[in-house]
């Protein structure tokens, strides 16, 4: 069983920073993708950015190049440096990680934005 565990939220002010990190445990297989979801009250969840086994991105459009994945893989880490917050950003935000044909979630981490 494969156990995400996200840290890094918070409450930081417009304009500020936050850098989100996802631990894996448990698996015995390669995790092939990571990716960081986000779901603001009232609204659906969706997708932020990921990152593949070789390294290939890709991001949201909205995050028009504020937010930048990445990961470290002897362990089994992934991070999302997240810049020029706005309040829009606030959500509770989940790791995913793909292993073999299962997909996997984290249990989320508050950030909120204050204007």
């Known amino acids: 069983q494969v156990q995400l565990v996200e840290s890094g939220g918070g409450l930081v002010q417009a304009g500020g920073s936050l850098r989100l990190s996802c631990a894996a445990s448990g698996s015995r297989f390669r995790i092939s993708r990571m990716g960081w979801y986000r779901q603001a009250p009232g609204k659906q969840r969706e997708l932020v950015a990921f990152i593949t086994s070789d390294g290939s991105t890709d991001y949201a459009d909205w995050v028009n190049g504020r937010f930048t994945i990445s990961r470290d893989y002897a362990k089994n880490t992934a991070y999302l440096q997240m810049n020029s917050l706005k309040p829009e950003d606030t959500a509770v935000y989940y790791c995913?990680?793909?292993?073999?044909?299962?997909?996997?979630w984290g249990q989320g981490t508050q950030v909120t934005v204050s204007s």
């Open positions: 995913n990680a793909f292993v073999g044909v299962g997909g996997y």
